[in-house]
């Protein structure tokens, strides 16, 4: 199985940058992914790291170390809208997701 | 363009009674097809997962049992649910395609035991 760890949570002012770290500690792990949920909603697919190194998805990043069993996703120019839960997830090669416990983002005025 | 639905969107059950949510998805054929769980303030917790009719694996054992008894039809069940049932329960689909990596989820049914 996986076990995952990431912040519970993470305040930052509109404009600014986030950084959200991920470790993880695995068995069969194949890749990161991180999603997306607003309160009450269902988690929205953010991005996806097989292979070392940064992936950029617009105002989102993500980075994978697989030497170090490290990821984070990063987010730029904050916006209100932004303020949701962030999760990592260990994708294993069966297709399954193993998911951190979610890291809170509060973006402020 | 491919729909998941889920329902009811919310249920209240007092323990011991049974349990059925349904999830349906539209515009797909042969989706692999998923169960969480969501406790609040919470991650996922991955319960089932299915790659075809009838082929159902377990993550987790406990009172719940699924079955796919169509390509895109997953339903959750439970004979006597407990108050631990309670919670965010969410489907969720992917193609299962090689180099196919995002899960895409419904809108959820919240479970309230009591």
């Known amino acids: 199985g996986q076990s995952l760890e990431q912040p519970s949570e993470v305040t930052a002012v509109e404009g600014a940058i986030v950084q959200i770290n991920c470790t993880y500690q695995?068995?069969?792990?194949?890749?990161l992914s991180w999603y997306q949920q607003h309160d009450g909603g269902a988690p929205t697919f953010l991005s996806y790291?097989?292979?070392?190194g940064l992936e950029e998805t617009g105002r989102f990043s993500s980075f994978l170390s697989r030497s170090d069993s490290y990821g984070y996703l990063l987010l730029q120019e904050l916006q209100m809208k932004d303020s949701a839960s962030y999760f990592c997830?260990?994708?294993?090669?069966?297709?399954?997701?193993?998911f951190g416990a979610g890291t809170q983002v509060v973006v402020t005025p | 363009s491919q729909t998941i639905h889920q329902w009811p969107a919310t249920l209240v059950q007092p323990v011991g009674s049974p349990l059925s949510l349904e999830c349906t998805v539209e515009g797909t054929s042969n989706p692999n097809l998923y169960w969480y769980r969501q406790a609040a303030g919470r991650g996922l917790q991955l319960l089932f997962y299915s790659v075809g009719i009838g082929q159902i694996s377990s993550e987790v054992p406990q009172n719940l049992s699924a079955s796919r008894p169509q390509d895109r039809q997953f339903i959750l069940s439970s004979k006597k649910l407990l108050l631990s049932d309670s919670g965010f329960y969410l489907c969720a689909w992917s193609s299962g395609l090689a180099g196919s990596y995002e899960q895409y989820f419904g809108p959820g049914t919240r479970l309230t035991v009591t």
């Open positions: 997830a260990a994708y294993d090669s069966w297709g399954k997701l193993q």
């Open positions: 695995t068995s069969g792990f194949y890749g």
């Open positions: 790291n097989a292979l070392d």
